[in-house]
């Protein structure tokens, strides 16, 4: 009896069988138990068209691309860069449903936020935001970011090229898997465009 409490003892006093390190380790974001998965959206309505398009949302402490449809009058496109800029950030700035809220998906855009074309100086398909990307909460901007990049509001290489409203010029910033893994931390800052 004494040696089967004391070989419990033991087995309860070895851990989980990971040995610790001197070294710290960046294992990414923690495992969430939220599920980051959505039906499939039905779009639609009398007298719009939809048009597909995907937005990144904030889930279980990562981004997390979310397919939506945005309606237009019939007739209309999104052809180019600041339209498409306009109608994305409407839908980050847009409250998630019951379907997206259930599966753990928000975001951190606020409803005051808006984009416009950038100024004469500025590069082709440079964007102005309401506020300077460098204010913005790091969520926030790492969904603007990275929902542009994926779009036609991006530049050929993939960047985004975003100002604020002050005459200071615009930055190129990069999605990457590490900013999508991690939306809290700023940014991938690319150089001055001029």
Same mark, same amino acid.
Do not use: H, N
């Given at each position: 009896m004494?040696?089967?409490?004391? /070989?419990?003892?033991?087995? $309860?006093?070895?851990g989980c069988g990971i040995r610790n390190t001197s070294v710290p380790v960046d294992a990414g974001a923690a495992p969430s138990r939220v599920p980051c998965d959505?039906?499939?959206?039905d779009?639609?309505?009398?007298?719009?068209?939809?048009?597909?398009?995907?937005?990144?949302?904030v889930c279980g402490s990562r981004l997390v691309p979310v397919d939506r449809t945005v309606?237009? /009058?019939?007739?209309?496109? $999104?052809?180019d860069g600041e339209?498409?800029?306009?109608k994305l950030l409407d839908e980050l700035r847009e409250k998630p449903g019951?379907?997206?809220r259930e599966a753990g998906f928000s975001t951190d855009v606020q409803?005051?936020?808006?984009?416009?074309?950038?100024?004469k100086s500025d590069p082709a398909g440079a964007l102005r935001l309401s506020r300077d990307p460098a204010d913005l909460p790091a969520n926030a901007l790492a969904q603007i970011v990275c929902t542009y990049a994926e779009s036609a509001a991006a530049e050929t290489d993939g960047s985004?090229?975003?100002?604020?409203?002050?005459g200071d010029p615009p930055r190129a910033y990069s999605c990457t898997q590490q900013l999508k893994t991690r939306p809290d931390a700023d940014p991938e800052l690319g150089d001055v465009r001029r």
């Open positions: 004494v040696l089967t409490g004391l /070989a419990a003892l033991c087995a $309860l006093t070895a959505l039906p499939a959206d779009g639609g309505g009398e007298g719009f068209q939809g048009i597909p398009v995907r937005v990144y949302l309606q237009i /009058a019939e007739g209309r496109t $999104l052809s339209r498409v800029a306009e019951a379907s997206e409803g005051s936020l808006s984009v416009s074309a950038g100024r985004v090229v975003l100002g604020g409203p002050d």
